[in-house]
């Protein structure tokens, strides 16, 4: 498939885990791909193993760091067609034990990192009358899990953030949705897996076990596999599909 060709896609987070097998995927479909992030490393080891075209340093939480690294993207390989809002992150504690300054950075990272993108984007697409935007939300938006209250309720407010915006550009060519996976095979669950492992001596199958019991699917989600929704999304046959929350979760929600 290659109907993205002449395109240019922006995807934060793209130098490891979902974000980098979006890119692969956007690259193999033809786009120009630019991937943002903080780690100078994973973003240019991307470029060289051919999953981007190039890559900006930013941080997501940085509304002025993430309009340059866009500025510098578009100079280089033209106004962004794609936004994949991927950067984020998770933290994991009892309630009680989560405090007010935990919720406030998780919603800087994961909320106000898709804002910050989109705010970038979005004036060009509508003036251009085409664009998508994605935003790799969770089912962590769309329903409750125990111990990670700050992350799952930054992902509502992502799917919430994606309706609304979504009623706000339909007119306008432009595509607003969310992918929502389940518990994917990245750094993020493999840090989570020892942690638990860490923390209360079980192995971690036994771990892996319980991240898994809610799945009917029974085996974490590949990240190629959010990727090909993503471009879906991304494609010119998707142009009314807005508003929507692709589930990649085997059956789970
Ligand atoms: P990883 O931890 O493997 O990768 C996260 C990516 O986001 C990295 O490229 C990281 O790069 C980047 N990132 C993190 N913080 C910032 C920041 N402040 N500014 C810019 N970039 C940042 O995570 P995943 O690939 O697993 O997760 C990607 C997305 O998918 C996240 O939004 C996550 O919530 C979501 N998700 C993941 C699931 C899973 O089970 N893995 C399930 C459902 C959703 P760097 O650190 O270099 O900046």
Redesign the pocket.
Known sequence: MASLQGRHALV????????RSIAAALMQAGAAVTV????EK?LADAVGQGCASGYVI????DAHAVNNGVQKAMIARGPVDLLIA?????ESAPFLKTAPDQFRSLFE??VM?VVHATRAVLDGMRERRTGRIVA?????GLKGYGYVSAYCAA?HAVVGLVRSLAVETAASGVTVNAVC????D????QESLAKISAKTGRSREDALGSLLKDSPLGRLVK?QEVAAAVLYLCSPEASAVTGTTLVVAGGEI
């Open positions: 934060t987070g793209g130098g490891r885990g979902i974000g943002l992030g903080r780690g994973a930013a941080d997501v939480t991927n950067a984020g992150g998770a990272l994961n990192g790799v939300a969770s089912t962590a992902k996976p389940g518990y994917t990245t750094e993020l669950v990240p």
